[in-house]
């Protein structure tokens, strides 16, 4: 298997533009999380999907960021509008059922510039 | 709710041994984790502890795990600059689905 993986690997795009993260978890892997790293905060979790329905979406940081997962091999993650304060690395990780001690896969994230 | 607590920044020199630390607050932790994170990658797992256990030894690497005190401990045995990255440790929630990472401590390894 390849791994988790993310799409693209770096972004830089303007103030007020729309950006969309995009994730192909590990084939079986019934879990999906999207974390933000930064240097202040350093990793947060985003949002968790359980078989494709969103589960905890309590560290959204505000509305302008959304989360699909529309099926068990794909997900992205939206901003709009970006701001510069959003610019961070975002990573995609996926995991396998709990009986198999739950260890997460992590993409090698999307490094995001907003300016 | 839950909370994993790690010091910042360790610095040690080549052949030393490293010891980070981690200090967790949910009690029904089914696994404990840590992770390692090189520059410009993303985390990877480098080991586990179940929750029963006390230690875990796993070539260089020694898990201890204090669940009464809810510590975890990452022993590094003859550290390596390779070994220089950032380690996070995390718990997973009851259904062991979700994880918990800690801030991360950045391990700098001197030659």
């Known amino acids: 298997d390849a791994g988790v993986i993310q799409s693209p690997r770096h972004e830089v795009t303007e103030m007020g533009q729309e950006v969309t993260l995009r994730c192909k978890p590990i084939?079986?892997?019934?879990?999906l999380f999207w974390y933000r790293q930064t240097m202040m905060r350093g990793l947060e979790l985003l949002i968790y999907f359980n078989n494709n329905v969103p589960i905890d979406d309590s560290g959204m940081p505000e509305d302008r960021f959304s989360a699909k997962m529309p099926n068990a091999s794909f997900s992205t993650l939206k901003i709009q509008p970006s701001e510069p304060r959003d610019s961070a690395v975002y990573f995609c990780?996926?995991?396998?059922?709990?009986?198999?001690?739950?260890?997460?896969?992590f993409g090698q994230g999307t490094r995001l510039t907003v300016v | 709710g839950e909370d994993v607590e790690q010091s910042l920044f360790l610095s040690v020199r080549e052949g030393d041994s490293s010891v980070i630390n981690c200090t967790y607050t949910d009690s029904s932790s089914t696994y404990l984790y840590w992770y390692k994170q090189e520059p410009g990658a993303g985390l990877q797992l480098l080991t586990y502890i179940f929750s029963n256990m006390d230690m875990k030894q796993d070539q260089r690497l020694t898990v201890l795990l204090n669940k009464k005190d809810k510590h975890l401990s990452l022993r590094i045995a003859d550290t390596q600059t390779g070994d220089s990255a950032i380690y996070f440790c995390?718990?997973?929630?009851?259904?062991?689905?979700?994880?918990?990472f800690g801030g991360g401590t950045r391990l700098m390894v001197k030659p």
């Open positions: 990780a996926s995991s396998s059922p709990p009986d198999k001690h739950g260890e997460a896969f």
């Open positions: 084939s079986g892997h019934n879990s």
């Open positions: 995390a718990e997973s929630n009851n259904a062991g689905n979700m994880l918990t």
